[in-house]
């Protein structure tokens, strides 16, 4: 098994950075607090124009296109529009998968978002508040959602597979990605008894997920679930005989590597990241279900406050390089790295599309390489069809 694919996100989980005029005239950086700073009205035709528009059918074929085979589609918790005040899209959804289906591609659903977040990411659905694995009746809401998508899509020809959850975090990358001060909570009442989930906790609502999962799912789809960063852990993790098509999936940017202090090269660092996709693919098959070609933090805004090597390649940052470096630049680190997940059993590009007042953030390299469309347009990212 093999996939090549790619993320459609900021579709029905928004990203502030994404999608930036979705958020004019509040103060939101993500998308509980939306809908409290704006009327019903306004929230609900915002979101249902921009659902409309980010992806249509028009998109699907230009993925196939593109030489791509699958696509990841992050859902919300609310996805079945029983959490007020967030609008469903259980109907964009099934419009994807009549999509997926009329021009060969499969769908990893991938659930993104947990109540009270199970990562206190912006994309976890609200900054600053981790919480949700303390609170027993949010964890069998979203086993629930689990059982409801696996039923409504088990059999479907399109599907790929169900990923349990997207990106817990737990104590060692909460402290390295200093995440109470890097999404700082809005209101400190909400973010009380925030804290990383424990490997205890998510391992049993792994198991408990699949269980829930399978009733409804056939052994030939894929059940995925995430490393919680911690890519090398899970040898001991479901290896009794009624796992069934269990795949792992691990995360890689560039970025991260950097927050947690590593100081090799980029070649370096991609060649120890093959070794140990190698190691785990003994395991389960591993796919990187989140990466691009470069992202980076730009000169002196790393953690240390000085370069780290990993800022890759002199002038990059600065913008002075030719356009023609610059693709030479992009085409090496994705050769790099497509290299390492060809040790495995393939990757989901971040992401299909960025809207283009996004990628010329102050302060950050490599924003314009998130946009794999934009990648292929400028010969950045090689296409093998």
Known sequence: MKVKGVNLGNWLVLEKWMSPSLFDGTTAEDEYYLPTQLSKEVYEARIKIHRSEYITERDFTRIKSMGMDAVRIPVPYFIFGDREPFIGCIEELDKAFNWAEKYGLQILIDLHTAPDSQNGFDNGGISGVCKWSQEPGEVEFELTVLERLAKRYGNRKGLWGIEILNEPVLEDMW????????????????A?????????????FYLEAYDRIRKFMPEEKYVV?????????????????????????????????????????????????KKDIAEMQEYFPVICGEWCLFNSLAVGTDTKGGQTVLNGV?????????????????????????????????????????????????????????????CVDFGWFPIEK
């Open 175 to 190: 402290e390295n990605m200093h995440v109470a001060e890097r999404y700082p909570a809005v209101d400190p009442e909400k």
């Open 192 to 204: 009380k008894g925030t804290k990383p989930n424990t490997m205890e906790f998510i391992r049993g």
């Open 225 to 273: 679930f995430h490393d919680a960063f911690r890519l090398k852990a899970w040898k001991d993790f479901m290896r009794e005989e009624k796992y069934k098509n269990v795949v792992l999936d691990t995360h890689q940017y560039l970025m991260v590597a950097e927050m947690n202090g590593c100081e090799q090269t980029v070649e370096d660092y991609v060649k120890e990241l």
């Open 314 to 374: 002199e002038g990059l940052a600065e913008e002075k390089v030719s356009a023609e470096e610059k693709k030479q630049i992009y085409n090496a680190v994705a050769k790099a790295q497509l290299d390492a997940w060809d040790a495995g059993s393939g990757y989901f590009y971040w992401s299909y599309k960025l809207l283009t007042d996004t990628v010329n953030t102050p302060g950050w390299v490599g924003w314009d390489s998130w946009d794999l469309g934009r």
